[in-house]
């Protein structure tokens, strides 16, 4: 995944940005009022300063980054309004999602590693999942100075009821590529989660 960290824009404005994507696409606001962008123009703004006579497959590679922004941004706008219910966000589910792949309880400083986040704005997630009962904090078995982040029973039960509704869901918002497409599209950026992860590790 890219990195968790939050970003809080109040009344964006949409421009023309050298990289980005307008990051009012998938504002509460926009969702609130539907799809205000006709399909032309939403490649129009996709294309902004992209020079294809000049470096065609430089473009290419420009456009996939901020068509992975753009949908990454509204599929995040659409869980979080499936989440709603249940008072958890996707960037806390992703926590939840990240701590249980764990080889072993981590630390926080661990977890906020495999993140990519700071110790401080896990830290805050952390106590949000604490309070509502999906995470619990104990003392390591050997290192008393150690503190440790453990799932809860809770945390098991919660997903066991939703994941077949929610996987259900998913599976209708990316129903206009076939099955041949998906499997293409999680080869190739399985790939890039890949190197981006490694690329990163070497830094």
């Known amino acids: 995944m890219a990195s968790m960290r939050e970003v809080s824009e109040r009344n964006p404005q949409c421009g023309n940005r ?14 609130n009022i539907g799809n205000i962008f ?7 703004i996709l294309n ?11 473009a290419d590679r420009v456009l996939l980054f901020r068509l992975l922004l753009a949908s990454g941004m509204e599929l995040r706008a659409r869980m979080d309004r499936l989440l709603a219910d249940s008072g958890l966000t996707t960037q806390q589910a992703m926590v939840l999602q990240v701590l249980q792949g764990q080889a ?15 110790h401080q704005n896990l830290k ?43 996987h259900a869901e998913v599976e209708r918002w990316t129903a206009a ?12 950026l399985d790939k890039l989660h890949q190197a981006l992860m490694a690329s990163r590790d070497a830094r």
């Open 177 to 188: 590529l076939s099955n041949a497409e998906v499997r293409g599209l999680v080869r190739g």
């Open 18 to 31: 050298a990289i980005m994507v307008p990051p009012c696409w998938s504002s509460p606001a926009r969702s």
């Open 48 to 58: 902004l300063g992209l020079d294809a006579d000049r470096d065609a497959e430089q």
């Open 104 to 118: 072993e309880p981590p630390t926080l400083k661990q977890l906020a590693s495999s993140l990519a986040m700071s």
């Open 38 to 44: 006709p399909m032309d123009l939403r490649r129009q």
């Open 124 to 166: 805050q997630i952390v106590s949000v999942l604490e309070r509502k009962g999906f995470v619990e904090i104990a003392l390591d078995a050997q290192d008393g100075r150690l503190r440790r982040l453990h799932l809860t029973k809770m945390h098991r039960q919660f997903w066991k009821h939703r994941n077949t509704d929610d």
